[in-house]
DNA sequence: TTAGGCCTGCAC
DNA sequence: GTGCAGGCCTAA
């Protein structure tokens, strides 16, 4: 579900339901959901969350003092927003009630995602963002100007999170699409002006994702249960066999690195 | 590099 | 019932 427009819009909607409002309990209703399980959350209570921050697919609440909350959707996870006294849905599992009489509630069904508790802002991104690469918002070609000296194809090295941080399967087709390269077309062959097209071919394809709330497929919303409107703007995903909206020709699916695949064979040629 | 596992829900 | 799903980690 939530890639880097989705995480964003989560972000972006969370913040004025949360920014400066007290906590006045949390409460961990399944224990796994959260690392280290005995983390002292209940530390939270009396402090408010004053930043947040998103790099790629995650993202970290910040609290006054400088305790760390760092939370990760996976693939059916979302927040939720709701007045207090409402009832609980399933697979909610931590619950943030706030001076305003409403929750932000962390819910997720496959448990694919979780959340991450830190002392300090600063613990948290030496230990989350260490190995991922830098934002695919702000990614450049010099970010990946060291493709020339490695190996590997190229969908699956999008798909990394080392390499640009954020892209998920659905976003990685778009993206290629629009920069015309083939899924498989090998990292280190790339001509520098075709990486010029794939950054740029990146961020507009997130940048027009998040003006549309992100991507719904059938789980997502933010965090006001809204879902995202991009799906209708997808030009890859999800429509193998489809006309390519740019040449006509039928649209291929296949799978690499396991996973769904979508592309074009005729503008985007593997060299 | 690929396959499998983690989970649940949904379409078929 | 089977197969599949937007993520990501581990092992072979």
Not at 34 to 50: D, M, R, S, Y
Not at 65 to 78: E, K, P, V
């Amino acid at each position: 579900m939530p890639e880097l427009p989705e995480v964003e819009e989560v972000r972006r909607s969370l913040e004025p339901e949360l920014l400066g409002v007290p906590i006045l309990s949390v409460e961990l209703l399944r224990g796994d959901f959260l690392t280290p399980p005995t983390a002292p959350l209940k530390k939270l209570v009396g402090h408010a969350f004053v930043r947040t921050v998103r790099h790629g697919k995650k993202l970290f609440l910040i609290a006054d003092d400088g305790q760390t909350l760092l939370i990760h959707l996976g693939m059916s996870g979302r927040v939720d927003c709701v007045a207090s006294d409402s009832s609980l849905a399933k697979h909610t599992h931590v619950r943030f009630a706030l001076a305003s009489k409403r929750d932000m509630r962390l819910r997720d069904p496959r448990r694919f995602g979780g959340a991450w508790y830190y002392q300090t802002f600063e613990a948290a991104r030496v230990r989350e963002l260490g190995a991922l690469g830098p934002d695919a918002l702000v990614v450049t070609v010099q970010h990946l100007a060291h493709w020339k000296q490695t190996r590997g194809r190229l969908k699956p090295r999008l798909l990394g999170q080392k390499d640009v941080a954020g892209l998920g399967n659905i976003y990685v087709d778009e993206a290629l699409w629009l920069a015309r390269l083939h899924p498989l077309q090998r990292v280190d062959r790339i001509a520098p002006e075709r990486l010029g097209a794939l950054v740029a071919a990146i961020r507009t394809v997130l940048e027009q994702s998040i003006r549309s709330g992100g991507t719904t497929l059938r789980d997502y919303r933010n965090v006001a249960d809204q879902p995202g409107e991009f799906a209708r703007q997808l030009q890859a995903y999800g429509r193998a066999g489809l006309p390519c909206l740019r040449c006509g020709g039928a649209l291929r699916g296949v799978q690499v690195a396991g996973r769904t695949t979508v592309f074009c064979p005729v503008c985007q040629r593997r060299r």
